[in-house]
Antibody
Framework: QVQLVQSGAEVKKPGTSVKVSCKAS????????IHWVRQAPGQGLEWVGRITPNSGGTSYALKFQGRVTMTRDTSINTAHMELSRLRLDDTAVYYC?????????????????WGQGTMVNVSS | QSALTQPASVSGSPGQSITISCTGTSSDVGNYNLVSWYQQHPGKVPKLQIF???KRPSGVSDRFSGSKSGNTASLTISGLQAEDEGDYYCSSYAGSSTWVFGGGTKVTVL
């Protein structure tokens, strides 16, 4: 079945970096965008950015530009999100989510499949 | 890229209908028919309920419907059931390959 499986929970110190992975299965990885969304404890969803697996092209929310880097390894159908210069308020569950088919002439701009989430705890 | 505005909470009795609003700007909700809605139960992963303002993915109950007027989109849940309790988030395409979410609405079935 179509699924996204993420890497395990992380505990990090402020000022360091974290890299979260998202492995796709059940569909052609190169054919769909991968988005990253985070959710701080008790808070709402926040869009972080998107990567195009085929080309590696990225788009980031203004808030994270300069601190986030999204990459992919097409040989293992995996997308990565690295967040640097971590702050206490980066503590959140980070989700990867599948976006549109990259070849769609009429994109839906919705996220239909979600990973299970990765808890990142930034603590001194 | 400011978050879309949703009411913090909405409640209703079983069988009733409730509506959740999602207000954005002319740069996001008002400019694109690309609003989606997500249901999230406590401790669970968000689930797509509505896309492109009013379309339902396969398997989503027709008790869920979406609409939009100007800069405000709405999600209506008809025939409210206990299983509908949870948090609901709207999202809109905001141009230039960016997206924005709403702050979320907690739905309580009385």
């Amino acid at each position: 079945q179509v699924q996204l499986v993420q890497s395990g929970a992380e505990v990090k110190k402020p000022g360091t970096s974290v890299k979260v992975s998202c492995k796709a299965s059940g569909y052609t990885f190169n054919d769909y965008y991968i988005h990253w969304v985070r959710q701080a404890p008790g808070q709402g969803l926040e869009w972080v950015g998107r990567i195009t697996p085929n080309s590696g092209g990225t788009s980031y929310a203004l808030k994270f530009q300069g601190r986030v880097t999204m990459t992919r390894d097409t040989s293992i159908n995996t997308a990565h999100m690295e967040l640097s210069r971590l702050r206490l308020d980066d503590t959140a569950v980070y989700y990867c989510a599948r976006g549109d088919y990259t070849g769609s002439p009429i994109p839906h701009h919705a996220f239909d499949i979600w990973g299970q989430g990765t808890m990142v705890n930034v603590s001194s | 890229q400011s978050a879309l505005t949703q009411p913090a909470s909405v409640s209703g009795s079983p069988g009733q209908s409730i509506t959740i609003s999602c207000t954005g700007t002319s740069s996001d909700v008002g400019n694109y028919n690309l609003v989606s809605w997500y249901q999230q139960h406590p401790g669970k992963v968000p689930k797509l309920q509505i896309f492109e303002v009013r379309k339902r993915p396969s398997g989503v109950s027709d008790r869920f419907s979406g609409s939009k007027s100007g800069n405000t989109a709405s999600l209506t849940i008809s025939g409210l059931q206990a299983e509908d309790e949870g948090d609901y988030y709207c999202s809109s395409y905001a141009g230039s390959s960016t997206w924005v979410f709403g702050g979320g609405t907690k739905v309580t079935v009385l």
